[in-house]
C-alpha cells in the first residue's frame, strides 16, 4: 500500500499525520508484529482509504476472537462518505468473514468525527465518561474505548445480509 507517499493531512487532522509515514505509521506499528488484516478502498484503481483489523485480545484468558479497528482516508479524498463505506465494509468483513467475536477502537477524546460516527455503525462507549490515557507520537492523549459485539452488530442496519468476500 503506497500510503506513506499521500500528501500531508492539514488543519483538524495535521496531529494524525503520523499516522500515515513510514516509521511512526499505523501499517508498520500495528502490522509488522502482530497479526493483521489491512483493506484498501479503490477508486478507479487509486487508493482512497484503508482500514487495519489487527488481532489481540486485550482481556487475559478470554477466548473471545477480537480486533481493533483503524481508518484512514486519503487526504484529498475526506468528506466524500469514504470513512463511514470504509467502516460498513470492514465490519461486514470482520463479522460475517473472518468471524470475530468484538472489534474494538480506541478514539481520541477530541476526534468529533469518530465520537460522533463510531457509535452510528454500532460501537459503544465500554465505560462512557472513562478516558484512557496514552502517550502517542511522544504526545499525551485521552481516548475513549468503544467496542462492537458481533451480537450487537447483527442487529445493526449497516450489517447486510450477504457475507463479503
Ligand atoms: C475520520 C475519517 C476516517 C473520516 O472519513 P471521511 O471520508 O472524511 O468521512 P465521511 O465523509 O465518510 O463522513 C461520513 C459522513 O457521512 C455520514 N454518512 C454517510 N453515509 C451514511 C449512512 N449510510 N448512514 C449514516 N451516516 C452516513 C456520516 O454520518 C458523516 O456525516 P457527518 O460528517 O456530517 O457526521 C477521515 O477523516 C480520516 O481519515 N481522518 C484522518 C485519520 C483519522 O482520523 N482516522 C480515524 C482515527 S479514530
Redesign the pocket.
Given at each position: 500500500m503506497a500510503v506513506s507517499i499521500w500528501p500531508h493531512?492539514r488543519g483538524?487532522?495535521k496531529r494524525?499525520d503520523y499516522?500515515?509515514r513510514p516509521e511512526t505509521g499505523w501499517i508498520k506499528t500495528y502490522c509488522e508484529n502482530s497479526k493483521c488484516k489491512k483493506y484498501g478502498g479503490y477508486v478507479e484503481d487509486k487508493l482512497i482509504?484503508f482500514t487495519l483489523l489487527v488481532f489481540q485480545n486485550p482481556k487475559p484468558n478470554s477466548r473471545r476472537r477480537m480486533a481493533e479497528f483503524?481508518?484512514?482516508?486519503?487526504?484529498k479524498?475526506?468528506?466524500?462518505?469514504?470513512?463511514?463505506?470504509?467502516?460498513?465494509q470492514t465490519l461486514r468483513k470482520a463479522f460475517n468473514v473472518l468471524h470475530l467475536d468484538e472489534v474494538f477502537?480506541?478514539?481520541?477524546n477530541d476526534?468529533d468525527?469518530?465520537i460522533?460516527?463510531?457509535p452510528?455503525l454500532g460501537f459503544k462507549e465500554t465505560s462512557p465518561g472513562r478516558l484512557v490515557e496514552e502517550v502517542v507520537n511522544g504526545k499525551r492523549v485521552s481516548f475513549r474505548i468503544m467496542t462492537l459485539t458481533k451480537e450487537r452488530y447483527q442487529k445493526h442496519p449497516?450489517s447486510g445480509k450477504t457475507d463479503v468476500t
Open positions: 493531512y483538524y487532522y494524525l499516522a500515515l482509504g483503524f481508518v484512514a482516508v486519503h487526504p479524498m475526506l468528506g466524500r462518505g469514504f470513512g463511514w463505506q470504509l467502516g460498513v477502537l480506541r478514539v481520541r476526534h468525527w469518530g460522533e460516527n463510531y452510528k449497516s
